[in-house]
């Protein structure tokens, strides 16, 4: 099961870190990250696979109004 955090805003990046497990094979891996990437505009900006099959991968995309909570749209 593969876990989300919440965004961390930065600057003026949004940051989400995601918690793939062992059992997730590379191909469904890239196949979760390139839906992120397609549908809500993430890039991949850190992969760390550890030794035991967990991979810890933090996204990145530019923070834009209708990301903000209670921000509106102009």
């Given amino acids: ?16 870190r995601l918690h793939l497990p062992p059992g997730v094979s590379r191909r ?15 890039e991949l900006r850190n992969v760390r696979l550890y030794a035991d099959g967990t991979r810890r991968v933090w ?3 530019k923070k834009t109004a209708e990301s903000l909570p209670g921000a509106l749209a102009t």
């Avoid at 930065?10 to 989400?16: Q, S, T, V």
């Avoid at 990250?33 to 505009?41: D, Q």
């Fill in 1 to 16: 099961m593969t876990t989300v955090s919440e965004a961390v805003v930065e600057g003026d990046w949004e940051y989400r």
């Fill in 59 to 61: 996204l990145r995309r």
């Fill in 28 to 42: 469904a891996a890239a196949i979760q990250l390139s839906i992120h990437a397609e549908f809500a505009g993430w």
